[in-house]
């Protein structure tokens, strides 16, 4: 069965510092996998996907499938960026299996 | 373009009761799937419906229903009302569902008593 990990509950940093969210999964097939967002107050939205390459709000994620992973990375955090970020994984029809989300505090 | 809409946005029922629960998706959109968000587990994945058809079905027990109409919307019932039942309901749309983008509704919070 397929699974998504968010280790961290939790992570707080400072504005201005680098950021690195963790996800790894576990699927048997060719996963593709998702960034959501949701900020206060607001609905879930896609951040990014794998498969666009994109980097979106100056956040990156690259898939390693050697080490099943999917890490979300932005070189300088913002007060901004403060939210609740879910890793999630679509294993058929629109089916997303979501990791339990990290919550990100960026700090003035 | 409109988001995907949900209604009501809050529902307060007791135990034992029965709940309807209405999405309406993405103009285009054809696949509709329905997710519960709750503090100690987070968002789990209801059921997905395309044309009318449940396509995809989660881990829940058979009171949890739902069907799609001929115009994409989507309704999900809650029948025979748990305490855990207590949760975010998430809407999400997509175009056809094929390992897509989904697009999310704001949710309806359903609070049982």
């Known amino acids: 069965a397929q699974r998504v990990t968010q280790p961290e509950k939790l992570l707080s940093v400072f504005k201005g510092a680098p950021v690195e969210l963790k996800c790894n999964y576990s699927?048997?097939?060719?996963?593709?996998l998702f960034w959501y967002v949701q900020y206060s107050r607001q609905r879930l939205q896609l951040l990014l996907r794998h498969i666009s390459r994109e980097s979106i709000k100056g956040f990156t994620a690259d898939l390693n499938k050697g080490e099943t992973s999917f890490h979300l990375k932005k070189p300088f955090a913002q007060e901004e960026d403060s939210a609740m970020y879910y890793c999630?994984?679509?294993?058929?029809?629109?089916?997303?299996?979501f990791g339990k989300g990290t919550m990100l505090l960026v700090s003035p | 373009k409109a988001g995907v809409t949900q209604t009501p946005r809050y529902l307060i029922k007791t135990r034992g009761q029965q709940v309807t629960l209405s999405c309406s998706p993405i103009?285009?959109?054809?696949?509709v799937s329905w997710y519960q968000q709750t503090p100690g587990q987070g968002l789990q994945f209801l059921f997905e419906y395309f044309s009318e058809t449940q396509r995809n079905k989660g881990n829940f027990p058979g009171r949890f229903s739902g069907r799609q109409f001929s115009n994409s919307r989507s309704e999900m019932n809650v029948s025979t009302l748990e305490l855990g039942d207590s949760a975010l309901y998430l809407c999400?749309?997509?175009?056809?569902?094929?390992?897509?983008?989904?697009?999310f509704g704001p949710g309806t919070r359903l609070l049982v008593l």
């Open positions: 103009s285009g959109h054809r696949s």
């Open positions: 999400a749309s997509a175009r056809s569902g094929q390992r897509e983008t989904q697009y």
């Open positions: 699927y048997s097939g060719s996963p593709e």
């Open positions: 999630a994984l679509n294993s058929g029809y629109s089916t997303l299996t």
